[in-house]
């Protein structure tokens, strides 16, 4: 407190100066920051004196002491609006400050700018995005007659500026139209659920879906109710937008910089930062020209300053809050806001510019003093004058709200944290307008999944296939069926959460067994592909069919490129329901097998001797993975076509599991394997398993089934020096293929499709090796540290053990994506990349240099595990239809070069030393012809002689040869001509 400021207006003790030094003592405080102050003094008003250089309260005049002296309360309010106007523009200054360094940090390249800048850029995709689909929602669009209606504007602008940004682009229009459709259909089923009780009209279909009962005739259940449920649904849907608008406006106040940037959010990261540089650059001279304002303002103007709740709230703690400083600010506060507004623009502190930056940069070392700062404040606004309005909101001393309305809205909190990365792209206001329907598929929380509900009830209320169907001919069949989706990634993610939780009752998993047989004697991808889905649309709407009889029967479903997968719920279904179910669904099983046989039997390509009503298999089990299981050994158990129930398969299981213990008790120090170190220890136990690099060996084996184990043992001691026999090679396979068998099957909510089509500039691909062969070796380790062996216990510890090896290449593929990262960032160049599976790409955003291809080789062979990813380049000039092939046939030449090198004694090079190498492929730019380079980086302090290097480039020619014949076999045509090239050596 200034008390010598104080002492200069102390008066004498007189009564004339009663009226003009009363305080009104205040029980209540609108002000957060004095909400805490209590008062023991009864009294309406009270005096405040100047006692030995220290301020105290006094209830009357006349009971100051004769040493003390009254504080006239205009002086008191004179020294707060004048600290208050300091602070102020002290905040401005410093957030003018904050700004300049943001902004020079756009174009730096110290670490902590380079963080900076991915926020930024992680900021502007995730939120630009969001808030176009808001401002397109939250005002309802314009009707034209004789236009179908919509839910949402195709132009956007942010209404204070009066300015358009860029329009909807197709796919932003799509996504926004299936957010508001799914909002729609949510009030539909919310007003269906909360009149079915007492509306006769109203059927159940679902647990989450209703309709009018259908009826013909003039007056309809739908006719007599329609407009009472599109009255109500308006209504939720003018709530609903109601709360975007908040919305809107709260996002704006997180981050002011987004209100001026005119972005989709997909641009590259050069023309994001060029936007963010010139937006930056207009709030520093914005916020300049406000401190100018503030500075030159009148000191009978400064009592607007106390209208601004935030300001003087943050204030008030900063000063420290009392009694009669809470007091005076509060009675400001009352007559302040019962005045006209003097003055065009009534400054405010500019914290929110320091939050809006600390939304960019929190998390990385903010470089915005957070402090007194993060107390966020607004602007009261002159109700004439436009070009201080912009002026305000520009500098960051207002919100949208306020800038867009023109007047202060005292209880608008601003909050600064940092903006979210997930959530809907619009809809999250939707749980304030009203209750979810049930509960999530993981059950656990409030199911807001409305596009997901949506989806899936529209889903079972779908009829897929018309038994009237007749095939023309194959090409039809194959336009008709090939691309057919049955699910999305939606429904896929709804299931694999349910099926992740066991949130369900029953679990049935269909999958076409026959697949990989039928793309090898039919000899055409694309008519297996069409004749799997076209199965998948028959027991679709089959099994739609039958749960019209059990509306409170719920389901999620899944499917991929072999399977389709159900869940039904709830998990608390009685035994008698669930053997009523499964028992309806194993006749409909079989019902949709003859359908799908009938239909297809005399197509073109389908051999006659084809046993169609067999391609499939079923089954069924209390958790997905019983089910999976059961699916995977119907065949062995029952070849009736019928469901297999897991309570049948079990045995199976157990018997598997006791092959794969009593094999694992020969692994041990004496075992031909250990003798070559092909086996490793488990954890402190005295188990073993063989090494990684056996499983991968194994996984490669081909040929006729029984000759697998001779194969396998001659590989081995090919490449390792072992010395296994025949009869050791075929209990190693037989142990093998029982791990192989207790595999779970992949759940993929979606195929990313990593290709380089649009790899105009050439690009790079990664394809990780070990993928399945890390699998089968999880299996043997879930099986050892599993102490109860039952079937189901198994079943757990291997998705668990899943999960484990799918966390390892999640972290395989990060570093990928980390070292391609850093070494084009270092060059500076823009590039985008993917992985699906174990299959990643890179693309740049101009053609790669031979330093920068030998820079990413050497990055990678520098790492733990240089063998791990099999990488390939394409040069530019390559046709768009075979890039990824090209890049394909490159890794091909590496997989069969290792196969050849690998080995013990001359003309062949240890594992041990070549999975040291990192070996790449340079492509040319003609795919079947050309010559193949190779750059090999080498892990650090490794050496090669002369005649390991030229066993390298004599492996290299025996590799093109073999591919080339390869492809020629594939392709029954004489085309491929690669030609060897040369070695770089890094």
């Given at each position: 407190?200034?008390?010598l400021?104080?002492?200069?207006?102390?008066?004498?003790?007189?009564?004339s100066?009663?009226?003009?030094?009363?305080?009104?003592?205040?029980?209540?405080?609108?002000?957060?920051?004095?909400?805490?102050?209590?008062?023991?003094?009864?009294?309406d008003?009270y005096?405040?004196?100047?006692?030995?250089g220290?301020?105290?309260?006094?209830?009357?005049?006349?009971?100051?002491?004769?040493?003390?002296?009254?504080?006239?309360?205009?002086i008191?309010?004179?020294?707060?609006?004048?600290?208050?106007?300091?602070?102020?523009?002290?905040?401005l200054?410093?957030?003018?400050?904050y700004?300049?360094?943001?902004?020079?940090?756009?174009?730096?390249s110290?670490?902590?700018?380079?963080?900076?800048?991915?926020?930024?850029?992680?900021?502007?995709?995730?939120?630009?995005?969001?808030?176009?689909?808001?401002?397109?929602m939250?005002?309802p669009?314009?009707?034209?007659?004789?236009?179908?209606p919509?839910?949402?504007?195709?132009?956007?602008?942010?209404?204070?500026?009066?300015?358009d940004?860029?329009?909807?682009?197709?796919?932003?229009?799509?996504?926004?139209?299936?957010?508001?459709?799914?909002?729609?259909y949510?009030?539909?089923?919310?007003?269906?659920?909360e009149?079915?009780?007492?509306?006769?009209?109203?059927?159940?279909?679902?647990?989450?879906s209703?309709?009018?009962?259908?009826?013909k005739?003039?007056?309809?259940?739908?006719?007599f109710?329609q407009?009472?449920?599109?009255?109500?649904?308006?209504?939720?849907?003018?709530?609903y937008?109601?709360?975007?608008?908040?919305?809107?406006?709260?996002?704006?106040?997180?981050?002011?910089?987004?209100a001026?940037?005119?972005?989709?959010?997909?641009?590259?990261?050069?023309?994001i930062?060029?936007?963010v540089?010139?937006?930056?650059s207009?709030?520093?001279?914005?916020?300049?020209?406000?401190?100018?304002?503030?500075?030159?303002?009148?000191?009978?103007?400064?009592?607007?300053?106390?209208?601004?709740?935030n300001?003087?709230?943050?204030?008030?703690?900063?000063?420290?809050?009392?009694?009669v400083?809470?007091?005076?600010?509060q009675?400001l506060?009352?007559?302040?806001?019962?005045?006209?507004?003097?003055?065009?623009?009534?400054?405010?502190?500019?914290?929110?510019?320091?939050?809006?930056?600390?939304?960019?940069t929190?998390?990385?070392?903010?470089i915005?003093g957070?402090?007194?700062?993060?107390?966020?404040?607004?602007?009261?606004?002159?109700?004439?004058?436009?070009?201080?309005?912009?002026?305000?909101?520009?500098?960051?001393?207002t919100?949208?709200?306020?800038?867009?309305?023109?007047?202060?809205e005292?209880?608008?909190?601003?909050?600064?944290?940092?903006?979210?990365?997930?959530?809907?792209?619009?809809?999250s206001?939707v749980?304030?307008?009203?209750?979810?329907?049930?509960?999530?598929?993981?059950?656990?929380?409030?199911?807001?999944?409305?596009?997901?509900?949506?989806?899936r009830?529209?889903?079972?209320?779908?009829?897929?296939?018309?038994?009237?169907?007749?095939?023309?001919?194959?090409t039809?069949?194959?336009?008709?069926?090939?691309?057919?989706?049955?699910?999305?990634?939606?429904?896929n993610?709804?299931w694999i959460?349910?099926?992740?939780?066991?949130?369900?009752s029953?679990?049935?998993?269909?999958?076409?067994?026959?697949?990989?047989?039928?793309?090898?004697?039919?000899?055409?991808?694309?008519l297996v592909?069409?004749?799997?889905?076209?199965?998948?649309?028959?027991?679709?709407?089959?099994?739609?069919?039958?749960?019209k009889?059990?509306?409170n029967?719920?389901?999620e479903?899944?499917?991929?490129?072999?399977?389709?997968?159900?869940?039904?719920?709830?998990?608390?279904?009685?035994?008698?329901?669930?053997?009523?179910?499964?028992?309806?669904?194993?006749?409909?099983?079989?019902?949709?097998?003859?359908?799908?046989?009938?239909?297809?039997?005399?197509m073109?390509?389908?051999?006659?001797?084809?046993?169609i009503?067999?391609?499939?298999?079923?089954?069924?089990?209390?958790?997905?993975?019983?089910?999976g299981?059961?699916?995977?050994?119907?065949?062995s158990?029952d070849?009736?076509?019928?469901?297999?129930?897991?309570?049948?398969?079990?045995?199976?299981?157990?018997?598997?599991?006791?092959?794969?213990?009593?094999?694992?008790?020969?692994?041990?120090?004496?075992?031909?394997?250990?003798?070559?170190?092909?086996?490793?220890?488990?954890?402190?136990?005295?188990?073993?398993?063989?090494?990684?690099?056996?499983?991968?060996?194994?996984?490669?084996?081909?040929?006729?089934?029984?000759?697998?184990?001779?194969?396998?043992?001659?590989?081995?001691?090919?490449?390792?020096?072992?010395?296994?026999?025949?009869?050791?090679?075929?209990?190693?396979?037989?142990?093998?293929?029982?791990l192989?068998?207790?595999?779970?099957?992949l759940w993929?909510?979606?195929?990313?499709?990593?290709?380089?089509n649009?790899?105009?500039?050439?690009?790079m691909?990664?394809d990780?090796?070990?993928?399945?062969?890390?699998?089968?070796?999880?299996v043997?380790?879930?099986?050892?540290?599993?102490?109860n062996?039952?079937?189901?216990?198994?079943?757990?510890?291997?998705?668990?053990?899943?999960?484990?090896?799918t966390?390892?290449?999640?972290?395989?593929?990060?570093k990928?994506n980390?070292?391609?990262?850093?070494?084009?960032?270092?060059?500076?160049?823009?590039?985008?990349?993917?992985?699906?599976?174990?299959?990643?790409?890179?693309?740049?955003?101009?053609?790669?240099?031979?330093?920068?291809?030998?820079?990413?080789?050497?990055?990678?062979?520098?790492?733990?595990?240089?063998?791990?990813y099999?990488?390939?380049?394409i040069?530019?000039?390559v046709?768009?239809?075979?890039?990824?092939?090209?890049?394909?046939?490159?890794?091909?030449?590496?997989?069969?070069?290792?196969?050849?090198?690998?080995?013990?004694?001359?003309?062949?090079?240890?594992?041990?030393?070549?999975?040291?190498?990192?070996?790449?492929?340079?492509?040319?730019?003609?795919?079947?012809?050309?010559?193949?380079?190779?750059i090999?980086?080498?892990?650090?302090?490794?050496?090669?002689?002369?005649q390991?290097?030229?066993?390298?480039?004599?492996?290299?020619?025996?590799s093109v040869?073999?591919?080339?014949?390869?492809?020629?076999r594939?392709?029954?045509?004489?085309?491929?001509?690669?030609?060897?090239?040369?070695?770089?050596w890094?």
């Amino acid at each position: 407190m200034r008390l010598l400021l104080l002492f200069t207006g102390i008066i004498s003790i007189n009564t004339s100066v009663q009226s003009s030094s009363s305080i009104e003592s205040h029980q209540e405080y609108e002000i957060a920051a004095c909400q805490r102050i209590t008062s023991n003094n009864h009294n309406d008003e009270y005096y405040i004196g100047c006692e030995n250089g220290r301020i105290n309260y006094f209830d009357n005049l006349t009971s100051l002491s004769k040493t003390a002296s009254a504080i006239e309360r205009s002086i008191y309010e004179d020294n707060i609006l004048s600290e208050l106007k300091e602070y102020t523009i002290s905040e401005l200054k410093r957030n003018k400050s904050y700004l300049e360094k943001l902004r020079e940090c756009l174009h730096n390249s110290r670490p902590e700018c380079l963080k900076i800048r991915e926020t930024i850029l992680k900021t502007i995709r995730t939120e630009i995005p969001k808030l176009r689909a808001t401002m397109s929602m939250m005002v309802p669009p314009p009707n034209y007659q004789g236009m179908m209606p919509t839910l949402y504007n195709a132009s956007i602008k942010h209404k204070f500026q009066n300015k358009d940004l860029k329009s909807l682009t197709k796919d932003e229009k799509l996504k926004i139209e299936e957010e508001a459709n799914a909002i729609k259909y949510h009030f539909t089923q919310s007003w269906f659920k909360e009149n079915a009780d007492k509306n006769k009209c109203i059927e159940q279909i679902s647990p989450t879906s209703y309709r009018f009962i259908p009826s013909k005739g003039r007056y309809t259940c739908e006719s007599f109710h329609q407009n009472k449920l599109t009255k109500a649904v308006k209504n939720k849907m003018s709530k609903y937008r109601d709360q975007l608008k908040s919305e809107y406006h709260e996002k704006l106040a997180k981050n002011p910089i987004l209100a001026h940037i005119d972005l989709r959010g997909n641009e590259d990261n050069k023309e994001i930062l060029n936007e963010v540089t010139k937006v930056i650059s207009k709030l520093s001279e914005q916020t300049k020209q406000s401190i100018d304002k503030l500075t030159q303002q009148d000191k009978e103007d400064d009592v607007t300053l106390i209208r601004n709740d935030n300001i003087l709230n943050s204030f008030i703690k900063n000063r420290g809050a009392t009694k009669v400083l809470c007091d005076i600010s509060q009675d400001l506060k009352d007559q302040e806001d019962f005045n006209e507004i003097k003055t065009d623009l009534a400054l405010a502190g500019a914290a929110l510019i320091g939050g809006g930056i600390c939304a960019f940069t929190a998390g990385v070392g903010c470089i915005i003093g957070v402090g007194i700062a993060s107390e966020t404040i607004g602007i009261s606004i002159a109700q004439n004058r436009y070009e201080d309005a912009a002026l305000a909101f520009n500098s960051g001393l207002t919100t949208a709200r306020q800038y867009e309305d023109r007047k202060f809205e005292r209880d608008f909190t601003l909050l600064l944290a940092p903006l979210s990365v997930t959530g809907e792209l619009v809809g999250s206001g939707v749980k304030v307008a009203t209750k979810a329907i049930r509960y999530t598929p993981s059950g656990t929380g409030i199911d807001y999944d409305l596009n997901g509900i949506r989806k899936r009830d529209l889903y079972r209320q779908s009829v897929f296939n018309d038994p009237s169907y007749k095939i023309t001919s194959k090409t039809d069949f194959i336009t008709k069926y090939e691309n057919y989706v049955l699910t999305g990634v939606e429904l896929n993610g709804r299931w694999i959460k349910n099926a992740s939780a066991t949130n369900a009752s029953l679990y049935l998993d269909i999958e076409n067994s026959a697949l990989k047989r039928l793309n090898d004697t039919i000899g055409d991808k694309s008519l297996v592909t069409a004749l799997t889905n076209a199965h998948k649309t028959i027991v679709a709407t089959k099994i739609n069919e039958l749960l019209k009889k059990y509306p409170n029967i719920d389901i999620e479903v899944y499917s991929d490129f072999k399977s389709m997968r159900f869940a039904f719920a709830p998990k608390e279904l009685s035994s008698d329901i669930k053997a009523q179910l499964t028992k309806e669904l194993n006749s409909v099983y079989q019902e949709a097998n003859s359908e799908f046989a009938n239909m297809v039997k005399t197509m073109e390509g389908i051999p006659a001797n084809e046993n169609i009503r067999g391609w499939f298999q079923a089954g069924i089990g209390e958790t997905a993975d019983e089910a999976g299981q059961a699916a995977k050994r119907s065949r062995s158990i029952d070849r009736s076509g019928q469901i297999a129930n897991f309570q049948k398969v079990k045995f199976t299981i157990e018997e598997e599991v006791k092959n794969i213990t009593k094999y694992n008790t020969k692994l041990n120090t004496n075992h031909p394997l250990s003798r070559v170190g092909l086996i490793e220890k488990v954890g402190q136990s005295q188990n073993y398993i063989p090494t990684l690099e056996v499983f991968e060996v194994a996984r490669k084996i081909t040929g006729p089934l029984n000759g697998h184990g001779e194969t396998l043992a001659n590989e081995l001691n090919r490449r390792f020096g072992s010395k296994l026999s025949i009869q050791d090679g075929q209990d190693l396979m037989n142990y093998i293929r029982n791990l192989d068998s207790l595999t779970p099957g992949l759940w993929l909510k979606q195929r990313v499709n990593a290709n380089l089509n649009t790899a105009n500039f050439g690009g790079m691909s990664g394809d990780i090796t070990g993928m399945g062969a890390r699998n089968i070796r999880q299996v043997a380790l879930d099986i050892l540290r599993t102490e109860n062996q039952s079937p189901r216990d198994i079943i757990k510890a291997t998705r668990a053990g899943e999960q484990q090896v799918t966390a390892t290449f999640d972290q395989i593929k990060t570093k990928f994506n980390q070292i391609v990262k850093d070494v084009l960032d270092e060059r500076q160049i823009e590039y985008f990349d993917a992985c699906s599976g174990d299959d990643c790409v890179m693309i740049p955003s101009k053609q790669l240099t031979a330093k920068d291809e030998i820079a990413l080789v050497s990055r990678f062979s520098a790492q733990e595990n240089p063998s791990q990813y099999r990488l390939s380049f394409i040069p530019s000039g390559v046709k768009q239809s075979e890039r990824t092939n090209l890049a394909v046939h490159g890794e091909l030449v590496e997989k069969h070069l290792r196969k050849i090198l690998t080995g013990i004694g001359d003309g062949k090079i240890p594992h041990s030393k070549l999975k040291n190498l990192t070996i790449a492929t340079k492509m040319p730019s003609q795919i079947n012809k050309g010559k193949i380079d190779l750059i090999i980086g080498v892990k650090e302090r490794l050496e090669f002689t002369r005649q390991e290097q030229l066993l390298i480039q004599k492996a290299l020619n025996d590799s093109v040869e073999k591919v080339n014949k390869d492809l020629d076999r594939e392709t029954q045509k004489n085309t491929s001509n690669y030609s060897a090239g040369a070695l770089a050596w890094i």
